[in-house]
Every structure is written in structure tokens, then in C-alpha cells.
Nanobody, 122 residues
Framework: QVQLIESGGGLVQAGASLRLSCAAS????????VGWFRQTPGKEREFVGT????????YVAEAVKDRFAISRDNAKNMVYLEMNSLKPEDTAVYYC???????????????WGQGTQVTVSP
């Protein structure tokens, strides 16, 4: 069992940076891939990126790969989403999720956090 809590969201202006954190509890967190997704009202959850359990493999969605990066610190049970040059279209609730393999499909992930709101003003 893995519990996930996101933090670091907020209201920023376009062009700013934010780092979202995903804190995990559970003895086997280090065995999981962790993905980041985002969702806006009325839309499906959108894949942002994912990182393998050892941090050696990451995959970031094409739409944001030039601005976003993912990292993890298993010793601290933390995964991070670094977001730079934020745009108003990045406004969404951001979720982290843990699963047995890296994938872009939300259904692959077994455990989800409650989400953190990111709002980017023009």
C-alpha cells in the first residue's frame, strides 16, 4: 500500500516556475514507477510524465518536455515535478500516482494522491 500527497501548487504568473512535490508513505515506494498527471474541469486526466523506480528512466509528455522535468529521491520517499516557463494552459489540478511500470495511461497506476492546484495567470 502506498499513500501519496502532492504539494507545491499555487497561483503564479506566466513565465514563473514551480516545483511540485509528491510525498509517499509505504515501505515499498521504491519499487514503483511514479507518474504525474493533470486535469482541468470537463477534460480527461492528461499525462505529464513518469519516472521509473530507480530514477534511471523518465518520460515527459511531448507537449511539456522542454519545460518540465521529473526527479525522485527514494531515500526521502519524494518525487518532484519541476515546471518552468509556465503558461496559462498549464493551469490544472496536478496528481501524482504510483504503479508497477512506467506508462502514460492513467489506468496503469494503482495509487493516487489528492491533487494540488496550479493556476497560471496571463
Amino acid at each position: 500500500q502506498v499513500q501519496l500527497i502532492e504539494s507545491g501548487g499555487g497561483l503564479v504568473q506566466a513565465g514563473a516556475s514551480l516545483r511540485l512535490s509528491c510525498a509517499a508513505s509505504g515501505r515499498t515506494f521504491g519499487n514503483y514507477a511514479v507518474g504525474w498527471f493533470r486535469q482541468t474541469p470537463g477534460k480527461e486526466r492528461e499525462f505529464v510524465g513518469t519516472i521509473w523506480w530507480n530514477g534511471g528512466t523518465t518520460y515527459v509528455a511531448e507537449a511539456v518536455k522542454d519545460r518540465f522535468a521529473i526527479s525522485r529521491d527514494n531515500a526521502k520517499n519524494m518525487v518532484y515535478l519541476e515546471m518552468n516557463s509556465l503558461k496559462p494552459e498549464d493551469t490544472a489540478v496536478y496528481y501524482c500516482a504510483a504503479g508497477g511500470r512506467i506508462a502514460s495511461r492513467a489506468s496503469v497506476y494503482d495509487y493516487w494522491g489528492q491533487g494540488t492546484q496550479v493556476t497560471v495567470s496571463p
